[in-house]
């Protein structure tokens, strides 16, 4: 989970010492971070409400982080400051006292906060619902009846036991451990990510044939009835069913995937590969058109030297089409987009960070290569009875190799487009979510190559969005603003109280001191 930059948080009913010690030894809390006990109390004899801030154990060393903060002020500019890497430690006493005198103050608190212990089970939920305030994505794992409010509320609740807790809990492990969290977060983002894939590819199916019908609408035609028929049950129907069969990556990675479908990543991927088709369909309908032996196609029509290939398509017996099916452009654009169906699949259908490659998904590889083969056959040996039944003409094999060419430089501008475009240069440099650290601060990159990427990434960042953009998440802001506070984290033996304000007093103002 921490080489995947996911925060852990543990809720406890145990002694706040134990836990500790339990977060120091599973690695919650590396041994160089200091831990900031919170103890607040409750308003008594006329005073206020105050938290005590003590440290509970001196680290080894202290781990300093370099983070780079940007100032409005000054156009932009960005000064390193060091920061020491802290953690919030309370009881649930403590956490009762904070949620009703130090509202405010919870939400910093939980930014940092690793270890709150003697929780009851509504705190609990409580807590769950601070962290999604702040824009968090919580998950909950439980093994008792104390956390069935908690595992309810979170946007994901595992159940490590298989009784009581289980009811409300939407997932239940069979292993009394944790050790089920990353495999739901790895299955959780393969499904995500095949969602979208399939969605995209059912986008670009749309887009494709409408461009092809648009296209042969400019000239009195349209695809035909079989054509479509094979379009939408021999290639779309079996990709769609086959292309969402990846299992998922078998290691959790710090990447994150998109998190809607309205995203940059996402509608990059559509819109490029629409142009892309859109290309090199109108490049294949203009093209033929300026071939020498073009000409306005009837059933007497001989391109092919009919009388060299005793296989090819014998339109001497061919009836009048009405409709104007029957065409050369119809028969290219039939071709290129057919093939274009398979491209987009493949395109999309990625694998590794979140899914298994595609090669590992043998009914989908298996589908592709049969239709790819059967494209290929017709196209280069034309069969009477399947020329008949789709409603395609006899071209010239110099023509058909041409469009061969068409389809293979289309494929390898969409793979170089949504693989090393979006993939390697957008999205890690631009579209990357994965920009901040675990409380929204950017670790500076110690190497030179790191150094690069980040000049990069500022460079693109620049070009795509001139105007700086605030951070979405409200953890984020909350992060921004604490690594600029010269007060925070509170200074050991200080104590912050909380006194009513004059014009209001249901809301509350710090004083702290010594």
Same mark, same amino acid.
């Given at each position: 989970?921490?080489?995947?930059?996911?925060?852990? =948080?543990?809720?406890? %009913? /145990?002694?706040?010492?134990?836990?500790?010690?339990?977060? &120091?030894?599973? $690695?919650? #809390?590396?041994?160089?971070?200091?831990?900031?006990?919170?103890?607040?109390?409750?308003?008594?004899?006329?005073?206020?409400?105050?938290?005590?801030?003590?440290?509970?154990?001196?680290?080894?060393?202290?781990?300093?982080?370099?983070?780079?903060?940007?100032?409005?002020?000054?156009?932009?500019?960005?000064?390193?400051?060091?920061?020491?890497?802290?953690?919030?430690?309370?009881?649930?006493?403590?956490?009762?006292?904070?949620?009703?005198?130090?509202?405010?103050?919870?939400?910093?608190?939980?930014?940092?906060?690793?270890?709150?212990?003697?929780?009851?089970?509504?705190?609990?939920?409580?807590?769950?619902?601070?962290?999604?305030?702040?824009?968090?994505? =919580?998950?909950?794992? %439980? /093994?008792?009846?104390?956390?069935?409010?908690?595992?309810? &509320?979170?946007? $994901?609740? #595992?159940?490590?036991?298989?009784?009581?807790?289980?009811?409300?809990?939407?997932?239940?492990?069979?292993?009394?451990?944790?050790?089920?969290?990353?495999?739901?977060?790895?299955?959780?983002?393969?499904?995500?990510?095949?969602?979208?894939?399939?969605?995209?590819?059912?986008?670009?199916?749309?887009?494709?044939?409408?461009?092809?019908?648009?296209?042969?609408?400019?000239?009195?035609?349209?695809?035909?009835?079989?054509?479509?028929?094979?379009?939408?049950?021999?290639?779309?129907?079996?990709?769609?069913?086959?292309?969402?069969?990846?299992?998922?990556?078998?290691?959790?990675?710090?990447?994150?995937?998109?998190?809607?479908?309205?995203?940059?990543?996402?509608?990059?991927?559509?819109?490029?590969?629409?142009?892309?088709?859109?290309?090199?369909?109108?490049?294949?309908?203009?093209?033929?058109?300026?071939?020498?032996?073009?000409?306005?196609?009837?059933?007497?029509?001989?391109?092919?030297?009919?009388?060299?290939?005793?296989?090819?398509?014998?339109?001497?017996?061919?009836?009048?089409?009405?409709?104007?099916?029957?065409?050369?452009?119809?028969?290219?654009?039939?071709?290129?987009?057919?093939?274009?169906?398979?491209?987009?699949?493949?395109?999309?259908?990625?694998?590794?960070?979140?899914?298994?490659?595609?090669?590992?998904?043998?009914?989908?590889?298996?589908?592709?290569?049969?239709?790819?083969?059967?494209?290929?056959?017709?196209?280069?040996?034309?069969?009477?009875?399947?020329?008949?039944?789709?409603?395609?003409?006899?071209?010239?094999?110099?023509?058909?190799?041409?469009?061969?060419?068409?389809?293979?430089?289309?494929?390898?501008?969409?793979?170089?487009?949504?693989?090393?475009?979006?993939?390697?240069?957008?999205?890690?440099?631009?579209?990357?979510?994965?920009?901040?650290?675990?409380?929204?601060?950017?670790?500076?990159?110690?190497?030179?190559?790191?150094?690069?990427?980040?000049?990069?990434?500022?460079?693109?960042?620049?070009?795509?969005?001139?105007?700086?953009?605030?951070?979405?998440?409200?953890?984020?802001?909350?992060?921004?603003?604490?690594?600029?506070?010269?007060?925070?984290?509170?200074?050991?033996?200080?104590?912050?109280?909380?006194?009513?304000?004059?014009?209001?007093?249901?809301?509350?103002?710090?004083?702290?001191?010594?």
């Amino acid at each position: 989970l921490h080489k995947a930059n996911i925060r852990t =948080v543990m809720v406890t %009913g /145990d002694n706040m010492l134990t836990a500790i010690s339990v977060a &120091r030894d599973c $690695g919650m #809390i590396p041994p160089e971070d200091k831990i900031i006990i919170a103890d607040a109390l409750h308003p008594h004899d006329g005073q206020a409400a105050k938290i005590t801030w003590r440290y509970a154990d001196k680290p080894q060393k202290p781990r300093l982080e370099e983070i780079n903060i940007s100032f409005e002020d000054v156009r932009h500019v960005e000064e390193p400051k060091t920061q020491e890497m802290y953690h919030f430690a309370m009881n649930g006493k403590s956490f009762a006292v904070i949620a009703e005198h130090f509202p405010d103050m919870l939400q910093k608190l939980v930014l940092h906060g690793t270890v709150f212990a003697r929780m009851a089970p509504d705190q609990k939920t409580q807590l769950i619902e601070t962290l999604q305030g702040v824009d968090y994505f =919580v998950g909950m794992c %439980g /093994d008792g009846a104390n956390d069935c409010g908690a595992l309810k &509320r979170a946007h $994901g609740g #595992i159940s490590l036991s298989e009784l009581e807790a289980s009811v409300a809990s939407p997932f239940t492990s069979r292993t009394p451990n944790i050790s089920c969290v990353p495999s739901l977060i790895r299955e959780g983002r393969a499904a995500l990510i095949t969602s979208f894939c399939v969605f995209k590819f059912m986008a670009l199916y749309s887009i494709i044939q409408y461009i092809s019908v648009t296209l042969l609408y400019s000239i009195l035609s349209n695809l035909g009835d079989f054509q479509f028929l094979f379009i939408d049950i021999a290639i779309i129907l079996l990709i769609v069913f086959t292309m969402s069969l990846n299992p998922a990556w078998k290691e959790l990675v710090s990447r994150r995937p998109p998190s809607g479908l309205i995203s940059g990543p996402l509608l990059f991927s559509v819109l490029t590969q629409i142009l892309i088709c859109l290309s090199f369909q109108t490049i294949t309908f203009l093209w033929v058109r300026q071939q020498p032996w073009y000409t306005t196609w009837a059933p007497l029509t001989d391109v092919c030297s009919l009388s060299s290939n005793q296989n090819l398509s014998d339109h001497n017996d061919t009836e009048i089409d009405e409709h104007n099916i029957q065409n050369f452009e119809n028969t290219s654009l039939f071709y290129v987009s057919s093939f274009q169906y398979l491209i987009v699949a493949i395109v999309f259908s990625k694998g590794k960070p979140f899914r298994q490659p595609s090669y590992k998904n043998w009914p989908f590889v298996l589908s592709v290569v049969s239709l790819y083969f059967f494209l290929l056959f017709i196209m280069f040996h034309p069969v009477k009875g399947i020329d008949e039944f789709l409603e395609i003409v006899c071209v010239p094999f110099e023509w058909r190799v041409k469009l061969s060419l068409v389809i293979v430089v289309n494929a390898a501008v969409s793979v170089v487009v949504e693989t090393f475009v979006l993939d390697v240069v957008l999205w890690k440099l631009v579209f990357s979510r994965d920009k901040q650290s675990n409380f929204g601060i950017t670790p500076a990159a110690p190497t030179s190559q790191g150094v690069i990427d980040l000049r990069a990434h500022k460079c693109l960042s620049w070009l795509c969005y001139p105007y700086k953009k605030a951070p979405k998440a409200r953890y984020m802001h909350l992060a921004q603003e604490l690594s600029v506070d010269p007060d925070w984290p509170p200074k050991p033996t200080t104590t912050t109280e909380a006194k009513p304000r004059p014009d209001n007093c249901s809301s509350y103002q710090i004083m702290i001191g010594s």
